[in-house]
């Protein structure tokens, strides 16, 4: 068994567990829960085992079926798959933990099990893949197992968000599907490192122009940017707490940073034009959303707005183009992975307890439940930067590259949205977790086991993902997937030199 | 290639119909006559397997949407007024259309692919995978891993339709409630 | 050259479809509309002047047949539209049943 | 809405049913076992399958049709083609690829050729078919108890 068959893994192993739950789950009760978990734990341990490699071996492609590129598909692991690997199913696990008690109050858990291992594979399988229409596919996979999973509920706000959702998610698959026809077309080939060469040897031309845009528009649908992002305030909120938090986590991120930064960077090439657009609509984002945040009482849609704004963090890192915007923006994609999935399983677990998202209804709760208290404590001092929590690191990274690269408008409004944040979260504190307790509140118990493991683990990740930045950690990890951007369209001879090897 | 030009603008006619007829009933059908229209159309651009398929899911899908709208309420959509409507709608069309035209001039002309990677399976594909319709080799073989997503999807969408159609999606802990 | 823009017109009938109706029904035309449009372009690309269907024969020799892979990708993608209308059409069959109405200005519960 | 009516249409088209349904799914299965050889194949033949039997359905109303397939086995047939499919796939390995063509090609034209070929078409055919019956039946289900709620 060599080492490069560890890639198909990362699809199979969750579509099989998401297959055998349909045929198991309606009889066993416990089956969905057992092998939800196992899959995503064997997924973390097989990501942790990716980055070592990936970290040994530099770039490693698998060709499906043994047909060469670009006759057939090919996986690539490489630095940038590697992290969004550990990122994605790090979150994954800890917030199936959490479902197993959470989804309690929720009838057909077995649906529940396959739709979400399901939704993994989509993720898993665009992280992977090296191949324009294959990457399409399994975005496709992501984003249908999320609609249905906004409705899980079956109540009337959840159908109707997800419909929004649906609607408007699918124009952006459309567009991306328009921008791959226009690509196939002009280099008549599918794969990401030959189609990469081409448009070096052929030179870009006006379609690659329509293209960016076409992809701009479909992938920032995706990832919720904000002239796109009309939906996320109504489909976060909706879902179960679990779905949730994988929404915000994680899927945002695979389905839209991930794809978009794979694509312009490696695959297209990157203009200054693009970089600024992409800087310029990030900051926009991170200042609108969390305008639109302040205002909010309701727990999970103020946490929904301020994923907004927290992409724009992202994107403006990124946008910057330089080593160290690219690597903040990817060090705040993973923080804010852990932070905000977290924030939105304490919002599950209050809600799970008290059975109410109005701020205003609560009030000391950290008394009655002082687990899922405390753990939003540090989720919110790490989203609103207050150090030494790892948010604190990521926008000061991204600040500090703001003004290293002369940007320092956009460094002033990355400060003041900081700022607005930190006020946001102060107010739920507040409110949910410090004030008074209400009569009402008196009778309130802390939630069971299963969550509370769940929620510590992932606090624990926040106090601890400061580390990063140091020596080792740092060169296998973030370094690493800096690099993959940094190298641009150099990729496909990086991709084809890794076939030699292999 | 005249049948072609005939057959696309029957289907931008049927697509006009059927987006502004205010019967629901009426502008689903109508995308059935556009789907027809579609399915004509890949046949004359030799693509039999697609055509075949277009069919048979166009037919679905209007036995689904049928089975949607039949029986409910008869909605007239469209408000505000007309003539502002048309006015959007055409000045964004012709907008896209004019930057499309733009960027067009770069890709091959129709009729003349470029087959960078396109010829090898139409040479070695017999060969290779052993399939005669070689558009089965490629989704069968070549790419075959597209094709388990593919069917996934579908899963997936199977999976959520059963999901939405819950009647009792929320209950208490402990309770027991019957599934179907 | 016309007919690429010709099947564009119709891509742009379908966006159009969605973005202003404001009917659940009517989005979902509009969606199906739009995929058929991306569908026909990509066959449309793959097209060869004087071209064959790319199966073989046992009677002739055939060497001018259209690019198979766009086909290939082509059926992918119709199901990929089956599956998205059909999850579509479920939810808003429910919408329906939760309202009685398919119109989207009186189902407003939500503000974005 | 009487009881008779919704158990299906009238007497002529139940019996053009009962004389078509079974040519309908025989095409189907010609499709999907042809599928390397002639236009069609697993995707087109496994909808072909699901038509009749929503044919069926149509025409007998939805005692008689999920008599003849009831819901658990589409539940069944579903999960076990994906099974299948992903088997495939993995069975692949032992000629030390994913979703490699270890069977051996055979000669063109006949109908046991290719490989893997016809194995995929006949496990999609029957994922496709129980499927898109599963989700036909579960949005006349809806319809059903939605009117008699009025």
């Known amino acids: 068994m060599e080492v490069v068959n560890i890639i198909p893994l990362f699809v199979v192993l969750p579509l099989a567990g998401a297959f055998l739950i349909t045929l198991a789950g309606k009889y066993l009760k416990r089956a969905p829960d057992i092998l939800t978990n196992l899959t995503t734990f064997a997924l973390l341990a097989a990501s942790i085992f990716s980055v070592r490699i990936a970290w040994q071996h530099g770039v490693l492609v698998y060709n499906v079926g043994a047909w060469q590129i670009p006759y057939g598909i090919a996986m690539v692991l490489d630095g940038l798959s590697s992290f969004m690997l550990v990122t994605v199913n790090l979150v994954a696990f800890c917030i199936s933990v959490f479902s197993i008690d959470y989804m309690k109050k929720f009838t057909s858990k077995w649906k529940f099990g396959s739709l979400f291992l399901l939704m993994l594979a989509g993720m898993n399988g665009v992280i992977i893949t090296g191949d324009l229409f294959n990457l399409f596919v399994f975005l496709e996979i992501a984003s249908v197992a999320s609609y249905a999973l906004v409705a899980f509920g079956t109540e009337k706000e959840e159908l109707e968000a997800a419909f929004k959702y649906a609607v408007m998610s699918t124009v952006g698959s459309l567009f991306i599907l328009m921008g791959i026809v226009f690509l196939y077309s002009y280099t008549s080939t599918l794969n990401m490192a030959d189609m990469a060469s081409v448009l070096i040897q052929k030179g870009g031309g006006n379609i690659t122009l329509l293209v960016s845009v076409l992809f701009i528009m479909g992938f920032g649908l995706k990832a919720a940017l904000v002239p796109f992002h009309a939906w996320l305030p109504d489909a976060h909120p909706s879902a179960p707490a679990p779905i949730s938090a994988m929404l915000s986590g994680v899927l945002i991120k695979s389905l839209g940073v991930y794809a978009i930064c794979r694509i312009f960077f490696n695959v297209i090439g990157v203009t200054p034009e693009t970089l600024s657009i992409l800087m310029f609509l990030g900051a926009l984002s991170m200042v609108i959303g969390v305008y639109l945040a302040i205002g909010q009482w309701d727990f999970k849609r103020l946490l929904a707005y301020h994923s907004i704004s927290q992409i724009g963090y992202v994107f403006l890192g990124i946008g910057l183009g330089t080593p160290l915007g690219i690597f903040a923006g990817l060090f705040h994609l993973f923080n804010h992975s852990v932070f905000k999935s977290l924030l939105f399983l304490d919002s599950g677990a209050v809600e799970y307890s008290t059975g109410t998202r109005q701020l205003k209804e609560m009030g000391g709760l950290s008394s009655r439940m002082p687990v899922t208290g405390a753990t939003s404590l540090v989720a919110s001092m790490s989203i609103a930067g207050v150090p030494p929590f790892n948010g604190f690191w990521s926008k000061l990274l991204i600040i500090v590259a703001c003004v290293q690269a002369g940007r320092y408008g956009y460094a002033f409004w990355a400060v003041l949205a900081s700022v607005m944040t930190l006020a946001s979260f102060t107010k739920v504190l507040k409110y949910a977790f410090y004030d008074r307790l209400k009569e009402a509140m008196s009778q309130v118990k802390e939630v069971p086991v299963f969550m509370k493991l769940s929620m510590s683990a992932l606090a624990v990740v926040c106090v601890l993902a400061g580390l990063l930045l140091i020596g080792g950690w740092n060169d296998a990890l973030l370094d690493r997937a800096r690099d993959v951007l940094l190298e641009g369209t150099k990729y496909a001879v990086i991709v084809f030199k890794g076939i030699d090897l292999g | ?180 | 050259m016309t007919p690429y823009l010709l099947c564009l017109t119709l891509f742009a009938i379908g966006l159009y479809c969605v973005l202003r109706k404001r009917n659940l029904i009517k989005m979902i035309v509009g969606i199906i509309i739009a995929e058929y449009a991306v569908n026909l372009f990509f066959i449309m690309v793959a097209y060869r002047v004087q071209g064959r269907s790319p199966i073989y024969s046992p009677e002739a020799r055939i060497t001018n047949m259209v690019d198979a892979l766009p086909q290939a990708l082509v059926l992918t993608s119709i199901v990929i539209g089956l599956a998205t209308t059909a999850l579509l059409a479920a939810i808003a069959m429910r919408i329906y049943e939760k309202y009685k109405t398919f119109d989207i200005t009186k189902i407003r519960e939500l503000r974005g | ?150």
């Open chain 4, 1 to 150: 809405m009487s009881r008779e009516h919704e158990q299906g249409m009238s007497i002529i088209v139940k019996t053009i049913t009962r004389l078509t349904v079974g040519l309908i799914l025989l095409y189907g299965i010609y499709i999907v076992s042809h599928g390397h050889l002639t236009p069609g194949g697993g995707f087109a033949g496994g909808v072909i399958i699901a038509l009749s039997f929503v044919h069926l359905m149509l025409a007998y109303g939805k005692d008689i049709a999920l008599h003849k397939m009831p819901r658990a086995a589409s539940a069944f047939f579903e999960g076990t083609g994906a099974l299948m499919f992903l088997a495939i796939a993995l069975l692949g390995f032992t000629g030390g690829y994913f979703f490699l063509n270890f069977l051996p090609k055979g000669e063109p034209f006949r109908l046991f050729s290719a490989g893997i070929i016809p194995l995929c078409n006949i496990a999609i055919s029957l994922k496709v078919g129980a499927g898109l019956f599963a989700i036909f039946v579960a949005l006349t289900l809806l319809k059903v108890v939605s009117e008699k709620k009025k």
């Open chain 2, 1 to 180: 290639m005249v049948e072609l030009y005939v057959l696309l603008v029957f289907m931008i006619v049927g697509a006009v119909v059927a987006i502004e007829v205010e019967d629901l009933l009426s502008s689903v059908i109508a995308v059935g006559a556009v789907g027809l229209g579609l399915s004509i159309t890949f046949l004359t651009l030799k693509a039999p397997d697609v055509a075949i398929t277009q069919l048979v899911v166009e037919i679905l899908i209007l036995i689904i949407l049928i089975q949607a709208t039949l029986k409910r309420d008869l909605p007239f959509s469209t408000s505000g007024r007309w003539y502002l409507n048309t006015i959007i709608a055409v000045v964004f069309i012709f907008t896209f259309l004019g930057i499309a035209a733009y960027c067009f001039r770069d890709l091959p002309e129709f009729g003349y692919p470029m087959l960078r990677v396109g010829r090898e399976y139409l040479k070695e594909g017999l060969e290779r995978s052993g399939a005669v319709n070689l558009v089965a080799s490629v989704i069968l073989d070549y790419r075959a891993f597209d094709t388990l997503g593919e069917a996934t999807i579908l899963f997936t969408a199977v999976i959520g339709v059963l999901t939405v159609v819950r009647r009792i999606g929320r209950k208490k802990v402990d309770e027991e409630v019957e599934e179907d």
